[in-house]
């Protein structure tokens, strides 16, 4: 399957991993389904920051979901210089920053957690 014209290959063993976590964290079926959403759309979304950025750089980049979470892998007709592959890794987890905050304000104020914080 192909989005945002970037191919995405998903394998069953991601989902068999993903389904294995949660059922030895919960048993109710509505919590096992919405562990699985919620880490598909996370482990994609972080490859397609990977992705993006590989475009940037004039990169074919590939998305793969496998046993082990996700590989973003590109091809090239070009050299790329490492030092210009770098923000591509290190800007990706940038955009979750402002929801990592959201989230320890929500913990904090309405369940309590890190109270230390």
């Known amino acids: 399957m192909k989005v945002f014209r970037i191919p995405v290959k998903i394998e069953v063993s991601f989902?068999?991993?993903?389904?294995?976590?949660?059922?030895?964290?919960?048993?109710?079926?509505?919590?096992?389904?919405?562990?699985?959403?919620v880490v598909f759309v996370s482990v994609l979304l972080h490859e397609f920051g990977h992705?993006?950025?590989a475009r940037a750089f004039g990169l074919k980049p590939e998305i793969r979901l496998y046993q082990m979470g996700g590989l973003t892998s590109w091809r090239s007709e070009k050299e790329v210089a490492p030092l210009n592959i770098w923000p591509s890794v290190w800007l990706v987890p940038s955009p979750a920053l402002?929801?990592?905050?959201?989230?320890?304000?929500?913990?904090r104020c309405f369940c309590g957690l890190f109270p230390w914080i």
């Open 15 to 37: 989902f068999a991993i993903v389904v294995f976590l949660a059922l030895s964290r919960s048993h109710g079926i509505t919590l096992i389904v919405e562990w699985v959403v």
């Open 51 to 53: 992705a993006l950025a």
């Open 98 to 107: 402002p929801w990592a905050h959201v989230f320890f304000f929500w913990a």
